[in-house]
């Protein structure tokens, strides 16, 4: 099965600032089949941005993706208030889908 | 669009639950669906999917013990949970992927049911 490997597990920032998180594949990801959600305490996750670069419908264009192979990013300009939580990558290149273990973004 | 899942509760190790998903707004048979679960405090783990035509897969975690089905006339998917061990509690989720033949994300997700293995 492939594994996710995302970093940082934490991380601190302003409201405003920029955030890049990371996703590692153990092996090679089609960029078609990689995703991104975002989940807040007592929700369930919300689809962010899917095909690595694509923008679920709703989702502000603060947000974007971007990778291929076996790294893949997330990047948040200009973080608002309501973009603290947690996001995690996800792969469904294969029959066995499978996400990173999840980044918490967290107000510094 | 709309999923709504049940079932779950309280079990004692090695028993059995089956879950349901009862969708809305769309028809199970033209999507491929999902469970996906999270353990109290962790991170989102992808439990099994069934195909359009019916293929299943399951995470290694649970292959052989657990079972996912559907009901088309009900448009319900079920995930029947067998064996059960106490890492196996965990808000299950029910998601849709809205495939065009071609594996999909998961662009639905239900409230999840809390699935509770102690004795």
């Known amino acids: 099965d492939i594994v996710l490997t995302q970093s940082p597990v934490t991380l601190s920032l302003s409201p405003g600032e920029r955030a890049t998180l990371s996703c590692r594949a153990s092996q090679n990801v089609n960029s078609v089949f990689l995703a991104w959600y975002q989940q807040k305490p007592g929700q369930a996750p919300r689809l962010l941005i899917y095909?690595?670069?694509i923008r679920a419908t709703g989702i502000p264009d603060r947000f974007s993706g971007s990778g291929s192979g076996t790294d893949f990013t997330l990047t948040i300009s200009g973080l608002e208030p309501e973009d603290f939580a947690v996001y995690y990558c996800?792969?469904?290149?294969?029959?066995?889908?499978?996400f990173g273990q999840g980044t918490k973004l967290e107000i510094k | 669009v709309r999923l709504v899942e049940s079932g779950g509760g309280l079990v004692q190790p090695g028993g059995s639950l089956r879950l349901s998903c009862v969708a809305s707004?769309?028809?199970?048979?033209?999507?491929?669906m999902n469970w996906v679960r999270q353990a109290p405090g962790k991170g989102l783990e992808w439990v099994s999917v069934?195909?359009?035509?019916?293929?299943?897969y399951y995470a290694d975690s649970v292959q052989d013990r657990f079972t996912i089905s559907r009901d088309l006339s009900k448009n319900t998917v079920f995930l029947q949970l067998d064996s059960l061990r106490a890492e196996d509690t965990a808000v299950y989720y029910c998601a849709r992927s809205a495939t065009d033949g071609r594996p999909a994300p998961l662009d639905y997700w239900g409230q999840g049911t809390l699935v509770t293995v102690s004795s």
């Open positions: 069934i195909y359009r035509a019916g293929g299943t």
């Open positions: 707004g769309f028809t199970v048979s033209s999507n491929y």
């Open positions: 996800q792969q469904y290149d294969t029959s066995v889908y499978t």
């Open positions: 095909g690595t670069s």
